[in-house]
């Protein structure tokens, strides 16, 4: 063992409740405990950078869902960057960079028999910055490339309508779409995030939902109908766009981040009625299931990062400390853009 490791701490914020409503400070438990190192096959990752995502909302309930809630006392489940301190597993080598699940930590152990369940993988920083490997090389742009295309078969021509359009999946789906040669409209909330998705990333209009009616926006910038709608955030806006879904239209149920926090039991679309009278398709994307194909997306994507055709923004706020007021932002909408977590310091 090094002198540095034989000193270090690991930093963690475990779940100490499971929230109602919006997560509390109650709701996490600040603890350390000494770094170990790894037995045969295990991995020693030092974390420099956390994915908050608004998945991780839904992963604190209790219940079935695709994936096993985080249990109380556990660390918090999130996505990372890191490099690798200690191996004793010959596909990883003190000093890779790596991805994978890192929890909600400062160093992450990563016995043998969880190198693949944890999804650690080296990546390869010439794609791509660290922050842009959270982001749009990281699960958001899985997430959006694989339920545009796999679910949502854009064709050009095609009108693509995505909610949540500055954030971390829609960014990917609408820039992508663009590139697919589809007219595309996104939702966000602000004249800034509106802006930027139409200034920077180069989608045809942005209805700014806290300064007038979607409805109204989209009979504005969809006269044609909508072909393709990629929702992140459920709700109003989902009922909202299905009166305006073209025959055969084809519905992406990415998240629905208007809900995460309910009290209430959550409402299922009013509107979907339509989906019968157009013959179309609401579908779910679990980014996991693609997981496969991650390379060859990671490929594409890193070519369109490199030729200039997609822009990726990130959202960085630093320390540890910062984690449970940084994972608010992203339901009120204060983040612009993916939301990352610095702990390199």
């Known amino acids: 063992m090094s002198t540095d490791l034989a000193s270090a701490i690991n930093h963690q914020v475990r779940l100490a409740a499971r929230p109602l409503g919006l997560p509390r400070d109650g709701d996490w438990r600040f603890t350390e405990e ?35 809630p985080v249990g109380i006392g556990e660390v918090m489940r999130a996505g990372g960057i890191g490099v690798v ?23 992450c152990l990563v016995p043998a028999g969880h190198i693949g369940r944890s999804g650690l993988a080296r990546i390869d920083t010439k794609l791509g910055s660290d922050t842009q490997w ?32 500055a954030g971390a999946v829609g960014q990917t789906v609408g820039q992508l779409a663009k590139i697919k040669g589809c007219r595309v409209v996104g939702i966000a909330g602000g004249a800034d995030k ?24 989209l009979k504005q910038h969809c006269p044609g109908g909508v072909d393709i709608y990629f929702d992140n955030v459920g709700g109003e806006i989902l009922d909202t766009v299905l009166t305006r879904i073209n025959r055969k239209a084809r519905i992406v149920i990415c998240g ?12 299922g679309p009013k509107n979907y009625l339509s989906l019968l009278v157009n013959r179309a398709r609401m579908e779910g994307v679990v980014v996991f299931d693609y997981a496969e194909r991650y390379p060859a997306a990671i490929a594409e994507l890193a070519g369109y990062l490199k030729d200039g055709r997609m822009k990726s923004r990130e959202d960085v706020v630093k320390g540890l400390a910062s984690f449970p007021a940084a994972l608010l932002r992203l339901f009120d909408g204060g983040n612009f853009g ?7 310091g």
């Not at 295990?42 to 998945?55: E, I, Q």
């Not at 926090?261 to 959550?266: E, L």
Request: proline share 6%; hydrophobic share 40%; with cysteine.
């Open 256 to 267: 629905a981040i208007s809900q995460y926090n309910a009290t209430a039991p959550v409402q």
């Open 338 to 344: 993916k939301l990352v977590l610095d702990v390199s």
């Open 194 to 217: 509106c802006r930027f998705v139409v200034d920077e990333l180069g989608f045809d209009a942005c209805i700014d939902y806290k300064a007038g009616s979607v409805r109204d926006g």
């Open 34 to 68: 000494p770094v170990a190192l790894p037995d045969e096959g295990g991995v020693l990752v030092r974390a420099t950078h956390l994915s908050l995502d608004p998945a991780m909302r839904g992963w604190m309930n209790e219940g079935k869902s695709y994936i096993a």
């Open 134 to 165: 959270l982001n749009v090389l990281g699960m958001p742009g899985m997430t959006g490339y694989f339920g545009l295309m796999d679910i949502g078969q854009p064709k050009p021509g095609e009108t693509v309508v995505v909610s949540g359009a």
């Open 85 to 107: 301190v200690a191996s004793k597993n010959p596909a990883f080598a003190v000093g890779d960079k790596v991805s994978g699940t890192l929890g909600v930590q400062t160093y």
